[in-house]
């Protein structure tokens, strides 16, 4: 059974810097992706950022609202996938899941084709 454990949560200021970690274990060979969400409250689970796991060049996507700012990476020998996050703003205060699923022909951030999910971590954005 794959297990996903976010890490690297917490409070920083507007324009500040943070780091995510989501460490991948059990059957992953057959994982295709593995993707950011986020959730604040009242809102909607939305993507923020996704990688292809299985592919030479690990091609990443990004939600426009994070685009140039966040920077989603791999490391397949580690079997960690981290989310750097730069210049922060108070609009990105939420909690931050890792998901992973199989490949499977579906937009990457509709949130109900992944299976695992871990248990999230705060990102807290405020001065």
């Known amino acids: 059974e794959v297990q996903l454990v976010e890490s690297g949560g917490g409070l920083v200021q507007p324009g500040g810097s943070l780091r995510l970690s989501c460490a991948v274990s059990?059957?992953?060979?057959?994982?295709?992706?593995i993707t950011w969400f986020r959730q604040s409250p009242g809102k909607v689970r939305e993507g923020s950022a996704s990688?292809?796991?299985?592919?030479?060049?690990?091609?990443?996507v990004y939600d426009d609202s994070v685009k140039g700012r966040f920077v989603i990476s791999r490391d397949n020998v580690r079997n960690t996938v981290t989310l750097q996050m730069q210049s922060l703003k108070p609009e990105d205060t939420a909690m931050y899941y890792c998901a992973a699923r199989f490949p499977i022909d579906a937009a990457w951030n509709t949130a109900d084709t992944y299976k695992y999910w871990g248990q999230g971590t705060q990102v807290t954005v405020s001065s």
């Open positions: 990688i292809i796991i299985k592919s030479r060049s690990g091609v990443a």
């Open positions: 059990g059957g992953t060979d057959g994982i295709g992706r």
